[in-house]
């Protein structure tokens, strides 16, 4: 089983930017993406990159202020998210699958989350 460990979470003001990371070890050729869980919601997507870095996608909600990036060499993927909003607060989990995309199904492994709350 793959583990998955999320990092960077944290409290940080509207406007502002946080960069989390996820180590991923034995995931060299799977997707790998993020979700995202606010309290009394369903999981969202995020964002997702390919292994060959040239593919990427990205949930409505984030596109333009959020980017992900890959370092094969170090089995890490990041998440650079600027310009956050109360409404980006949640619980953000990483994740891997063979062949994902966007939807929460398609991903096998999972990491445990990192906290993000925006204040307003």
């Known amino acids: 089983q793959v583990q998955l460990v999320e990092s960077g979470g944290g409290l940080v003001q509207a406007g502002g ?3 989390l990371s996820c180590a991923a070890p034995g995931v060299s050729w799977y997707i790998l993406g993020w979700f995202r869980q606010a309290p009394g919601q369903q999981r969202e997507f995020v964002a997702a990159i390919s292994w060959t870095l040239d593919r990427t996608y990205y949930g409505d909600s984030v ?27 949640a619980v953000y989990y990483c994740a891997a699958g063979p062949g994902a995309t966007y939807h929460l199904s398609e991903y ?13």
């Open 17 to 19: 930017s946080l960069r």
């Open 63 to 89: 596109k333009g202020r959020f980017t992900i990036t890959r370092d094969n060499a170090r089995n890490t993927v990041y998440l650079q998210m600027n310009s956050l909003k109360a409404e980006d607060t």
């Open 108 to 120: 096998t492994d999972w990491g445990q989350g990192t906290q993000v709350t925006v204040s307003s």
